[in-house]
Each structure stands twice: as structure tokens, then as C-alpha cells.
């Protein structure tokens, strides 16, 4: 079976990369990428007027309003690089969310109600060396997170695997299925993709920009949320400080935990979301007016995340809204789902 993958982020940029490290896979469970919105690298030109921010486990949309201040036309070379997607193992397990091997978080963007068709930069690195060229010349595909990819490199001839392996881009996975030994190789580099295209910024007009995506979900079968033992864990604190569960929560948690013992409830599963904020410090002011908006997507799951007074706009929605507003860190999501009824 196919394996997920571990990596790590990017967030979009102008003439500049940001990235965030996912977290780290756990048992039975899928660890996401953190995944982030427009930006620029420290610029003199550009303000983000608005930014108005909605995520749910199903996509995250952005939309934002720009100005620029600087009394003439700015035209600049945009780009959104993917997620790192790193391979260092048959057992890596990290959620991504389509099987393309290019645009694999289907990503889009709308520039003043146009779709912007972006073109597609990707390499493939090992150990910090560039891979890209040695990799075509086999006619190997870049995308180690594929299965096609793994098929590709395992019908190369003995000569071009035995490189791959003494690079450590390969991992030769022997096992026998019932047929006998059976040699299949695994690919073992980082892909790094970047969508980019030129944009200009007009004097004295506002530009608005939506992109959307859809997120990585990280997720585990259950969740130690609500069992009474898990307060004596080490991460416990660092969880609850990420995620600013409270004691509301914990109570719902732990009543759904003790039910779930007494065989009259299922227990929870766990959904991660991880989104990049602080790059949004890198206008040149702050964000004027920026609203975030958070989908737990059904009533009977439970929520948490960090936010200075959140409201509850409705059934599953729950929103904060800032202005003048400095990122100063990244928005992590928990949500737990009852496995059933």
C-alpha cells in the first residue's frame, strides 16, 4: 500500500520563500501541512487593506483587497510555493489531499475576477543537492509522494536503481506476498513546487485577490482528548496551549470519553488544520481589516483554536475579526468527530 508523505510548507511570495515545518506523524494517525496565504517579502509598496479568511476541513478560501501606495504602477513576479512534500520512509504518513502530482492541494487564484493561469516550477532535491536533471535523464517522475513514481523507479534497470539507492533517493522494500521475494522501490527526495506569474499592482486602484485550496487534514482514529490519564502525558500542556483548549471543551471531551467506556457512545476522531498567518506581517502595514472565519463543519463536533473574542456567527462557524492587525503567530485547529452516532 502506498504511503503517505511527510513535509513541510510554503506559503505564497513575491521574489521570496516563507516555509513552516508540519508536525510530526503519530500512530494510526496523519500529520497536515501548514498551509499559508499571499505574501510578499518586506515591500514599501503593497498594503493588504482587508483580509477576510475561511477555513474548514474541506478547503480554506482568501480574500483579500490590496493597495498600492506608491504613486505609480508596481509590477512583480508572484509565486505560491506548495508544501515541501519530503519522502524518508515506506512509513511516512502526512495528509495530501489530491493525487496531482503538480497542484496536489488544488490550488487557485482570482485576480479582480480573473483566473490566473500560473505556471509551474518543480525540483527535486536530496541532502540539499539538486536532483532535478539526474532524475529526468532516467525518466523518473518528480512527484515522490505517487505510487507511479515508486512503479517508475522499481522498473528501472539494476544499474540506474542501484544509483538511486547509493544516493539514498531509494529504498529497496523486499517482502514476500505469497509469490516469492518481491523487490519494490520507494522514492526517497523532497519535492519542491512553485506556481508563479507576474501581477501588477496599480497606482491609485485596489486589487482583490481570492485564491482557495484544499487543506491538509491531519487526523488520528481517536484522540487522547477526554481520557483523565492524558493529563500526565508530556505533550498535554504544549497541546492545550496550541490549540487554547479550555475547560469547556475538555468537559464535553471527557463526557464523551466516559460514555464511550460504558459502551453508550463511539468515541471521538481527531482532525488537525494547520495555517500560516504570521507571513502576513510582511506588507507594508498592518492588516487593515481582517476577519477569520472557522468551520467545524458539523454541530455534534467540538472545536478549539486560538483567538482574542471569538463569536459564534452559527451553527458550526465561529469568527474573529482584528484590524490593524500584526500576525504574530500561526492558527492551529483541533476538531474532534464523533466516530458515530
Excluded at 510548507?9 to 496565504?37: E, I, K, M, R, Y
Excluded at 540539499?128 to 536533471?133: K, P, W
Excluded at 513514481?149 to 539507492?165: C, E, G, S
Amino acid at each position: 500500500m502506498r504511503r503517505l508523505m511527510k513535509a513541510t510548507t510554503g506559503a505564497a511570495t513575491v521574489l521570496g520563500v516563507l516555509a513552516a515545518a508540519g508536525s510530526a506523524p503519530a500512530n494510526d494517525s496523519s500529520a497536515q501541512l501548514a498551509t499559508g496565504g499571499l505574501v510578499l517579502t518586506k515591500t514599501d509598496a503593497i498594503e493588504m487593506r482587508t483580509e477576510d479568511l475561511s477555513i474548514s476541513d474541506k478547503q480554506v478560501h482568501v480574500h483579500y483587497v490590496f493597495a498600492n501606495t506608491s504613486g505609480h504602477d508596481v509590477t512583480e513576479l508572484v509565486a505560491f510555493p506548495l508544501p515541501d512534500i519530503t519522502v524518508e520512509g515506506v512509513d511516512d504518513n502526512i495528509s495530501i489531499p489530491t493525487q496531482s502530482p503538480t497542484n496536489f492541494l488544488a490550488f487557485e487564484t482570482v485576480v479582480d475576477g480573473q483566473r490566473v493561469n500560473a505556471q509551474v516550477e518543480q525540483k527535486a532535491f536530496k541532502n540539499g543537492v539538486d536532483e532535478t536533471a539526474f532524475l529526468r535523464g532516467l525518466g523518473v517522475p518528480l512527484a515522490p509522494q505517487l505510487q507511479s513514481t515508486d512503479d517508475a523507479i522499481t522498473a528501472l534497470p539494476p544499474a540506474a536503481q542501484k544509483q538511486l539507492i547509493d544516493k539514498g533517493m531509494a529504498y529497496d522494500d523486499t517482502y514476500d506476498a505469497g509469490k516469492g521475494l518481491e523487490h519494490h522501490l520507494t522514492a526517497l527526495w523532497t519535492l519542491k513546487t512553485t506556481y508563479y506569474w507576474q501581477q501588477t499592482f496599480p497606482a491609485g486602484r485596489p486589487v482583490v485577490v481570492d485564491h482557495t485550496y484544499q487543506p491538509s487534514v491531519g487526523g488520528s482514529a481517536g484522540t487522547a482528548w477526554g481520557d483523565p490519564t492524558y493529563v500526565s502525558e508530556q505533550d498535554y500542556s504544549s497541546g492545550r496551549a496550541l490549540y487554547c483548549i479550555d475547560d469547556d471543551f475538555l468537559a464535553a471531551a471527557r463526557a464523551r470519553y466516559a460514555a464511550a467506556q460504558a459502551g453508550k457512545a463511539t468515541d471521538y476522531a481527531e482532525e488537525r488544520i494547520r495555517y500560516v498567518l504570521v507571513t502576513g506581517a510582511n506588507w507594508k502595514a498592518p492588516i487593515g481589516d481582517f476577519t477569520m472565519t472557522i468551520d467545524k463543519g458539523a454541530t455534534n463536533r467540538l472545536v478549539s483554536f486560538c483567538g482574542d473574542g471569538v463569536k459564534k456567527i452559527g451553527p458550526t462557524q465561529f469568527q474573529v475579526h482584528y484590524t490593524n492587525f500584526t500576525p504574530t503567530k500561526d492558527v492551529a485547529i483541533l476538531i474532534l468527530i464523533p466516530q458515530g452516532p
